[in-house]
């Protein structure tokens, strides 16, 4: 399938923003992940998050979870930082110790809804916007929940990207903007209800569906990401999603300035795509390349599997998906 001008120009954008692989560089370099979120009945869900952040390229993967959620967590893999503080009563003073050690958060993955663990959340937000440079959040799943409860928690947050489906998009956009959604009859491009939203909230938004939507506030062009996945729909693959943009994030905000760089072809054509980069967020680069990422790995998986697909599946394809699509 021939591939848009608009895709390609992405795809090289996310290319200058990965970190090389050198053998003088630290542990850590390319990213210390966070993910919030595992609790008593939820725990696969922040592993699929950390794990994809791995897969993804992220050095490092902590883990903040509730205490039942700690064990089933840690026996997953050696791999995974764990801290069993997310119940906790010093869960703010936990966190202060470890923010300073983190690249990039994501919220949300087996959250659930406990009134104490929502609560430290919303402390955890606090905390996160008095930084005088707040790092990159994704907020997924019931983080959702809590945002749609709370908006003002998060507007204004720029380096944020909320990572909704259909449902939770309805719900949010019915709550920040006091009408539904589908009443919007002039606005049947979803491109629109998306930006719309961002611009309400003055966060991003990454809307997943069919064609994934993309928007930053003020942008005034929202983009879609229509490569082809998959049609199994077996839970796991939001949280694949949300741990692969985590580190792609990442690396968007810190290494940015590499797609404002000039390039030394002076032509019309290279000119008018140099002008088509300089109008894209970091937040769309990187949510672009981290759909791409999730979609393609899903495909090849659902190819060779079918209906048997699990999203432990999908995982095992990511690493190779990122060297096929970014290093090759």
Same mark, same amino acid.
């Given at each position: 399938m021939a591939m848009s001008s608009q895709h390609i120009q992405l795809i090289q954008s996310f290319k200058k923003v990965i970190p090389p692989l050198l053998f003088d560089t630290h542990k850590g370099e390319a990213g210390? /992940?966070?993910?919030?979120g595992g609790s008593e009945e939820y725990t696969g869900a922040p592993i699929f998050a950390s794990m994809s952040a791995f897969r993804t390229g992220a050095d490092l993967v902590h883990v903040f979870c509730t205490t039942h959620a700690a064990i089933p967590i840690k026996?997953?893999?050696?791999?995974l930082i764990v801290h069993p503080i997310l119940d906790s009563k010093s869960f703010s003073?936990?966190?202060n110790k470890w923010l300073p050690r983190l690249h990039a958060l994501v919220i949300g993955p087996g959250l659930g809804r406990d009134k104490t663990v929502l609560s430290n959340v919303?402390?955890?937000?606090?905390?996160?916007?008095q930084q005088d440079k707040p790092i990159p959040?994704? /907020?997924d799943a019931d983080g959702l929940y809590l945002i749609t409860e709370k908006p003002g928690l998060i507007n204004n947050y720029v380096n944020c990207i909320l990572t909704p489906n259909g449902p939770e998009f309805e719900r949010l956009y019915e709550k920040v903007m006091g009408v539904k959604s589908e009443d919007q009859k002039k606005e049947k491009d979803k491109t629109q209800l998306a930006q719309k939203l961002a611009d309400a909230l003055r966060v991003n938004i990454l809307m997943k569906g069919h064609l994934d939507v993309i928007a930053s506030p003020d942008n005034q062009q929202p983009i879609q990401c229509g490569i082809d996945g998959s049609p199994r729909r077996c839970g796991g693959q939001g949280d694949l999603l949300a741990g692969a943009l985590a580190a792609s994030y990442y690396w968007t905000v810190k290494n940015g300035d590499q797609n404002q760089q000039s390039n030394p072809d002076k032509s019309s054509k290279t000119t008018e795509q140099q002008a088509n980069t300089s109008k894209l967020t970091p937040a769309q680069i990187a949510a672009y390349a981290a759909s791409t990422l999730i979609r393609t790995s899903s495909q090849t998986s659902f190819n060779r599997l079918g209906r048997s697909m699990i999203s432990t599946d999908v995982l095992k394809e990511i690493g190779p998906t990122f060297t096929k699509l970014f290093e090759k």
């Open positions: 210390r /992940i966070g993910v919030v026996s997953f893999s050696p791999d003073d936990d966190m919303e402390k955890l937000i606090d905390i996160l916007r959040v994704v /907020i």
